[in-house]
């Protein structure tokens, strides 16, 4: 699977495909920051177009998943799989020991994604995140690399 580092010119149609995929996608300026900031983007695009991307932040000796996204003609294809792998590659590369995240509470076919790409729980968040009736945990996960 061919992925390439997300540029600035990447980020229309990344915020896009955020914007289909999340109840409350990262803005297109929060995108721009997270490059800018230094985090790592990455894509893969099919047929030309975007099919997956993530972002990550590298810290000293572990990485932090910031968001990882599949356009849904994409899913259940492997490329989410594949894309993790890679950055699993990535950051045993960057000598990273571990990768987090955090995961809505909610989102149990991404709970179950992660578990079975080896992320194990080791913790939560009380209302992390934003949703349609308040606030709602995050479930914080790690692997180790």
């Known amino acids: 699977?061919?992925?390439?580092?997300?540029?600035?010119?990447?980020?229309?149609e990344?915020?896009?495909?955020?914007?289909?995929?999340?109840?409350?996608?990262w803005t297109l300026g929060q995108l721009r920051d997270s490059?800018?900031?230094?985090?790592?983007?990455?894509?893969?695009r099919a047929?030309?177009?975007l099919a997956?991307?993530?972002?990550?932040?590298p810290a000293v000796d572990e990485t932090e998943l910031l968001v990882i996204g599949v356009a849904p003609e994409h899913r259940r294809q492997g490329i989410g799989r594949a894309l993790l792998e890679r950055l699993f590659a990535r950051a045993r590369a960057t000598a990273m020991r571990r990768m987090l995240l955090e995961?809505?509470?909610?989102?149990?076919?991404a709970g179950a994604f992660y578990?079975?790409?080896?992320?194990?729980?080791?913790?939560?968040?009380?209302?992390?995140y934003p949703a349609s009736a308040?606030?709602?945990?995050?479930?914080v996960m790690a692997r180790e690399l």
Do not use: C, K
Request: net charge neutral; charged share 25%.
């Open 134 to 139: 308040g606030r709602e945990d995050a479930i």
């Open 103 to 109: 995961v809505r509470a909610s989102n149990v076919a």
């Open 14 to 25: 990344v915020a896009a495909l955020e914007a289909r995929i999340q109840a409350f996608p």
């Open 52 to 57: 997956a991307f993530a972002l990550t932040l």
């Open 35 to 44: 490059l800018a900031a230094g985090h790592e983007g990455w894509s893969h």
């Open 1 to 12: 699977m061919n992925v390439e580092p997300m540029g600035v010119e990447d980020l229309i």
């Open 47 to 49: 047929a030309g177009r």
């Open 115 to 128: 578990r079975q790409a080896g992320f194990v729980e080791i913790g939560r968040r009380r209302g992390y």
